[in-house]
């Protein structure tokens, strides 16, 4: 179970009244489940032109919770092309991914211009390595590069059906010298023990990456499919400092020669499969938190700590932080909430799903205003099956039913004889759902109000204006860090009437049921209640490129189709993936893509 964050990525106009507190932490396994970080009922409405399925009996739930958005799509796998078949190249797939990470594509918060910066030279490297590794897709993509960023286009025979887009991410997060022996691996030479690929992005995300490049050069090597739809493989460069150069160079590229809207379906990195309460679930992000970086500076005449004023700059920010810290937002939840929606999935077909809890939800659908505001608390305190959450983190629940923050820099001070001027902190903002960032800065000056009242402190607002006259000669400012902000992305669809939901949801579904652990011939077979995989769209704490792409299709699916325990270490040491479910992962892929392009519902 991962160790690190968990990209468990929402714009919702659809904010619920009920606000509740909480206290204890969640499983990482479900954040994970759901880093980096919904649904409900009844059964399935199949796609009708893909075959390599079966009739299978109604997937039932509990009565009081079927609605549609739990619905569950029938299994599928593509007509004509087996796609267990990929298994044949285990060995293949396991190299490129162990010679994709010696390539240290590290990405630092602070860059230079792409053609000035040489950190970004590496990427040439990189690029080439794919090419190298890849030739079958060479030869069927145009491929463009903007901005270190790749865009792969492979055309369609059917120019009228909205291009698939699969996407991930190049870049990866430092590693700190520092802390290099503490790996069990070295963190760049992507080893094999037989079962796990260990090192820095193993995890997040060159698996992803390899995974999609892999189906596809399986695809066009063993096969002569000739694709009807359109596909689209977008790379970004700098995902891990907020895709801030290689993901709006791509949106740009696309929205200019596509438009708006023009994307049947998007799949980026996000959640997996978890097994909770007795049931087997897939937890696509559905859903994306805002991001905000706030920078707090106070600023004071300077002069020899021999003789200090009461508190200095430094003593003024920590009381301005302790502010902060001593008021965390509460954690809300809404009818439309990703969170919520996951529990009356839960509720729906998790046998084991705590009596009280389920009661709870049960109630909250049926209009139960004291359930919307319990229900909160209720889920955090009840956790789920799994495990606790990484060393250093607070509750991953808590996080995704909440705005949080994080002071994660701060700098000040030059000389141990000398009174600090200017101090400056930086505090990291993932904003709820059901909120934005303009709700965020006016309680984050409400807040601050009192403290700058009371040590005279003149407080300048976001926009510049005066929040509060004090002393001119010692001031606090607040703006936005790094000059930009992200609100919560809209919700993307989850119920069987859309069809890029439908297949996307029945290739899930058909991907497990036929994996080889219960299925001889790779063909789907029939399983037990809590065998089965349940799709149940949730969200994740993070953030990831998709930011950039909300202008080209509503269909935005943070989704990696393997197990949250199979992997751990993003963000920290010891990152690795497991091998097995690196295959499966591209079979997955595979199956997507030719579902996708058989599917007669799906523009």
Known sequence: MAKGPIHLPVHSSDH???RGSARRSWPLVVLGLLA??????????????????????????????????????EPILPDGINVTKVWEDKEIIIKRLQEAIRIPTQMYDEMGPVDEDPRWKIFAEFHDFLERTFPNVYEHAKVTKTDWALVYEIEGSDSSLKPLMLTAHQDVVPVLPETVNQWDHDPFSGDYDGTSIHGRGSSDTKSSLIAVMSSLEHLFGTTDFKPRRPIILAFGSDEERGGQT???????????????????????????????????????????????????????????????????????????????????????????????????????????????????????????????????????????????????????????????????????????????????????????????????????????????????????????????????????????????????????PVTLDDPAWNVLAGTSRGVWASRKEVSKDGKIVELDKGK?????????????????????????????YTPMSGGAGAHTINEYSNADDLIEFTRFYQAIILNMDQSEEVA
């Open 532 to 560: 089965d995989l349940v799709m149940a769209p949730f969200m994740s704490t993070g953030n990831t490129d998709t930011r950039r792409y909300l202008d080209l299709t509503p269909n935005i699916y943070r989704y990696r």
């Open 16 to 18: 619920s009244p009920e």
């Open 36 to 73: 980096t970080a919904a649904v409900m009922s009844s059964w399935p409405v199949g796609v009708n032109q893909l075959s390599s399925k079966v009739n299978l009996p109604s997937f039932k739930g509990t009565s009081e919770m079927r609605k549609g958005t739990c619905e569950q799509a």
């Open 246 to 492: 290689g993901a709006p160079a791509i949106a740009k590229y696309l929205l200019d020669k596509y438009g708006k809207n023009s994307m049947s379906l998007l799949i980026d990195e996000g959640n997996g499969l978890v097994e909770t309460w007795g049931q087997q679930f897939a937890t696509p992000a559905v859903a994306e938190k805002g991001h905000v970086d706030i920078g707090l500076t106070v600023s004071t005449l300077g002069g020899h700590s021999s003789v200090p004023p009461p508190h200095t700059a430094i003593g003024l920010i920590s009381l301005l932080i302790a502010q902060l810290e001593a008021h965390p937002h509460e954690p809300t939840i809404s009818a439309k909430s990703p969170v919520y929606e996951f529990m009356t999935c839960a509720a729906t077909f998790a046998e084991s799903m705590p009596a009280k809890l389920k009661k709870l939800v049960i109630k909250a659908e049926k209009g139960s205003k004291k359930a919307w505001k319990d229900l909160p608390l209720e889920i955090i305190s009840t956790g789920m099956d799994g495990s606790s959450h990484g060393p250093g983190q607070g509750d991953p629940l808590r996080s995704l039913l909440t705005t949080t923050q994080a002071v994660d820099i701060i700098n000040g001070g030059l000389k141990v004889n000398a009174l600090p001027e200017s101090v400056k902190a930086i505090i990291n903002h993932r904003i709820n759902v059901l909120s934005d960032h303009v709700e965020l800065q006016s309680r984050i000056e409400s807040l601050l109000l009192p403290i700058a009242e009371t040590y005279n402190l003149t407080l300048n607002g976001f926009d510049g204006t005066t929040v509060f006259s004090g002393s001119p000669n010692s001031k606090v400012d607040l703006d936005l860090a790094f000059g930009y902000f992200t609100d919560p992305a809209p919700h993307s």
